[in-house]
């Protein structure tokens, strides 16, 4: 597998530059920055939230924590996360835990933190849909992409 199919048309509608990198196998976001070579900070990940109001997809770097109870606070919702049966449904292109974190591309409602420097990145590591590509943008077309996604105060650095 590569890119995932929705992500690479979300992509290319889009106009975003971007190139995919391939690296070994791995099962976390944080093992996907180390085997591609490419700092923490810099690797978006996804993390699939819902409540009664719907799904969200909250985004911040591989080496943050997403602070469940201070989003929650902020956004004036009861977020859980999403059980894992759930992602194929949400995802059906994309391998189990390997969620692109462009909410948009799939329909979904995304929140992101600006604090945690992403946007101010000079490039930015997408997962790309499975566990051994990622998707190299500019840091640029990343806040683009992020326009319309809420804003609030939730990652904690690990």
Not at 7 to 18: K, N, P, S
Not at 108 to 116: G, N
């Given at each position: 597998m590569t890119i995932a199919r929705?992500?690479?048309?979300?992509?290319?509608?889009?106009?975003?530059?971007?190139?995919p990198i391939?690296?070994?196998?791995?099962e976390s976001s944080m093992q996907t920055a180390e085997t591609a070579?490419?700092?923490?900070?810099?690797?978006?990940?996804?993390?699939?939230?819902r409540d009664?109001?719907?799904?969200?997809?909250?985004?911040?770097?591989?080496?943050?924590?997403?602070?469940l109870d201070r989003l929650n606070r902020q956004l004036e919702r009861q977020l859980a996360?999403?059980?894992e049966g759930t992602l194929k449904e949400l995802f059906p292109d994309c391998e189990l835990g390997a969620v692109p974190p462009l909410g948009a591309a799939y329909g979904?409602?995304?929140?992101?933190?600006?604090?945690?420097g992403l946007g101010?990145?000079?490039d930015?590591?997408?997962e790309a849909g499975d566990h051994e590509t990622l998707v190299q943008i500019s840091g640029t077309q990343f806040h683009a992409l992020m326009a319309d996604a809420q804003q609030a105060r939730f990652g904690q650095h690990v």
């Open positions: 929705t992500l690479q048309d979300y992509l290319d509608q889009r106009g975003v530059q971007y190139r391939r690296h070994p196998h791995s070579h490419v700092a923490g900070d810099a690797v978006a990940k996804g993390v699939v939230l009664k109001d719907g799904v969200l997809l909250v985004v911040v770097p591989s080496d943050y924590h997403v602070e996360l999403v059980p979904l409602d995304t929140a992101w933190d600006p604090d945690t101010d990145r000079t930015v590591y997408l």
